[in-house]
């Protein structure tokens, strides 16, 4: 149990260090398009893509609940 704890809170731990390091770099448009100061994760990809998961896990769901 501890293990799995673990495991979990490293995970939202990185997720929030990568979210920090990613808010305090300024985006390649304001520098004049330099991809100097990248970000790590592209967050609107990343928004976009856990909508569609989060979506598709409801309908599925709802597909096997009425059964």
Known sequence: MRTLF????GALMLVGGVYVY???QTSSV???G???N???VN???AAADWKALKTRAHEDW???SSK
Request: proline residues 5%; aromatic residues 4%.
């Open 22 to 24: 990613d808010s305090m």
């Open 30 to 32: 304001a520098n004049g």
């Open 43 to 45: 967050w609107d990809v």
């Open 6 to 9: 673990g495991m979990i809170l």
């Open 62 to 64: 709802v597909k096997v």
């Open 34 to 36: 330099a991809p100097a």
């Open 38 to 40: 990248r970000t790590i």
